[in-house]
């Protein structure tokens, strides 16, 4: 996407006048914004004829559109875009919202993945959209792993953790699993597994296997190298990205083309899909980020803007990503410094923790 600000530099005063009105109104009301209203609100005395000259020279610059043949004027995602990177004033943080993210951060709860469920709780409720939040990996040195069956086709993956975090997987195991052999799947893993990350013992378990094979039965092994694929990928996948507040988005959703738009939104939010792009998407610039329409990769096909930002741990380095997810008439200016704060907080409550 070209940087816009040239193009509002070489606008006239009248002109950035009428195109900020005109977006603000918008992302006010969701509604298309009429040359009659403009002429009681302009700085300037001037005719509804004159506005509406300067209306359809930003709709021939691709700036705004026209729903309806006798309809006011919209923001098109173009100038949606010139509008966010020259125009926006961002707001300060209300004490009201800064204290409402603070009480979910509050506590003693060692429990990463608990408070960041609450950060998300509570972001959805500020923002009244929803709210995305990537959680970290868990990289502390695992202490113990311990495997329980729970069916034929079921099982249960206990992992505890150096720092005393504790997770519990649910997985398919390879058919023919006994009790027996998931005992000693589990002694085997623990013997290699001291000191190792969970990013880690995938690589020794691959050489333990090859270089013990004869002293591991089959089964055990088979569950061993299993377990392996489980930890490094499928459990990161569905357990990394919270969404909440979907609720929010069917609030101002009063056409057809809006409930599909949403529909399709709710689809993706559900297979929480590509949850690595969206932690490069936050990556890729320096604290917060807007992404609107068609510039969303991952949300694309449901019209909708995000706005991401990205939280540290201790030694600087991006672990996870907070944001939340509506129409393109959010309203920026208010929604950019709450996520900013979040991912602020964020980062400080993992870093006291570690």
Same mark, same amino acid.
């Given at each position: 996407?070209?940087?816009?600000?040239? +193009?509002?530099?070489?606008? %006239?005063?009248?002109?950035?006048?009428?195109?900020?009105?005109?977006?603000?109104?918008?992302?006010?009301?969701?509604?298309?914004?009429?040359?009659?209203?403009?002429?009681?609100?302009?700085?300037?005395?001037?005719?509804?004829?004159?506005?509406?000259?300067?209306?359809?020279?930003?709709?021939?610059?691709? $700036?705004?559109?026209?729903?309806?043949?006798?309809?006011?004027?919209?923001?098109?995602?173009?100038?949606?875009?010139?509008?966010?990177?020259?125009?926006?004033?961002?707001?300060?943080?209300?004490?009201?919202?800064?204290?409402?993210?603070?009480?979910?951060?509050?506590?003693?709860?060692?429990?990463?993945?608990?408070?960041?469920?609450?950060?998300?709780?509570?972001?959805?409720? @500020?923002?009244?959209?929803?709210?995305?939040? $990537?959680?970290?990996?868990?990289?502390?040195?695992?202490?113990?792993?311990?495997?329980?069956? $729970?069916?034929?086709?079921?099982?249960?993956?206990?992992?505890?953790?150096?720092?005393?975090?504790?997770? %519990?997987?649910?997985?398919?195991?390879? @058919?023919?699993?006994?009790?027996?052999?998931?005992?000693?799947?589990?002694?085997? +893993?623990?013997?290699?597994?001291?000191?190792?990350?969970?990013?880690?013992?995938?690589?020794?378990?691959?050489?333990?296997?090859?270089?013990?094979?004869?002293?591991?039965?089959?089964?055990?092994?088979? +569950?061993?190298?299993?377990?392996?694929?489980?930890?490094?990928?499928?459990?990161?996948? *569905?357990?990394?990205?919270?969404?909440?507040?979907?609720?929010?988005?069917?609030?101002?959703?009063?056409?057809?083309?809006?409930?599909?738009?949403?529909?399709?939104?709710?689809?993706? $939010?559900?297979?929480?899909?590509?949850?690595?792009?969206?932690?490069?998407?936050?990556?890729?610039?320096?604290?917060?980020?807007?992404?609107?329409?068609?510039? *969303?990769?991952?949300?694309?096909?449901?019209?909708?803007? +995000?706005?991401?930002?990205? !939280?540290?741990?201790?030694?600087?380095?991006?672990?996870?990503?907070?944001?939340?997810?509506?129409?393109?008439?959010?309203? !920026?200016?208010?929604?950019?410094?709450?996520?900013? !704060?979040?991912?602020?907080?964020?980062?400080?409550?993992?870093?006291?923790?570690?």
């Amino acid at each position: 996407m070209p940087h816009l600000t040239p +193009l509002i530099d070489d606008m %006239n005063a009248r002109s950035r006048e009428v195109f900020r009105r005109i977006v603000e109104g918008y992302l006010e009301t969701g509604a298309p914004v009429g040359s009659r209203t403009l002429t009681r609100t302009l700085s300037e005395q001037v005719s509804a004829a004159t506005i509406r000259n300067v209306m359809n020279d930003l709709e021939y610059l691709g $700036l705004l559109g026209s729903p309806h043949v006798s309809a006011g004027r919209v923001p098109t995602q173009l100038g949606l875009r010139m509008f966010v990177d020259g125009l926006l004033e961002v707001g300060d943080l209300s004490g009201e919202d800064r204290s409402r993210i603070d009480q979910t951060l509050g506590g003693n709860d060692d429990d990463v993945g608990a408070m960041l469920d609450r950060v998300g709780s509570a972001l959805s409720g @500020v923002t009244q959209v929803a709210s995305l939040v $990537l959680t970290p990996k868990h990289e502390a040195p695992i202490r113990h792993i311990e495997f329980v069956s $729970l069916s034929s086709t079921r099982a249960l993956v206990v992992l505890v953790f150096a720092d005393g975090h504790v997770e %519990n997987r649910i997985f398919t195991p390879p @058919v023919g699993q006994t009790p027996s052999s998931m005992r000693e799947a589990a002694n085997f +893993l623990n013997a290699i597994a001291e000191g190792q990350t969970l990013s880690s013992l995938g690589g020794v378990i691959t050489r333990e296997i090859k270089a013990r094979r004869r002293e591991i039965d089959a089964l055990a092994a088979e +569950l061993v190298q299993s377990g392996a694929v489980l930890w490094e990928n499928e459990g990161e996948h *569905n357990e990394r990205l919270i969404v909440r507040g979907r609720g929010n988005l069917l609030g101002d959703a009063d056409q057809a083309g809006d409930i599909d738009r949403i529909r399709s939104l709710f689809d993706d $939010l559900e297979r929480k899909r590509d949850i690595a792009q969206f932690l490069e998407l936050a990556e890729d610039g320096d604290g917060v980020r807007i992404f609107i329409g068609s510039e *969303n990769k991952l949300f694309s096909l449901s019209g909708s803007s +995000l706005v991401v930002s990205p !939280y540290m741990n201790a030694d600087r380095k991006i672990i996870g990503a907070v944001g939340v997810i509506g129409p393109t008439r959010l309203n !920026y200016g208010r929604i950019v410094p709450i996520v900013n !704060y979040t991912a602020q907080r964020v980062g400080q409550m993992i870093a006291d923790r570690t």
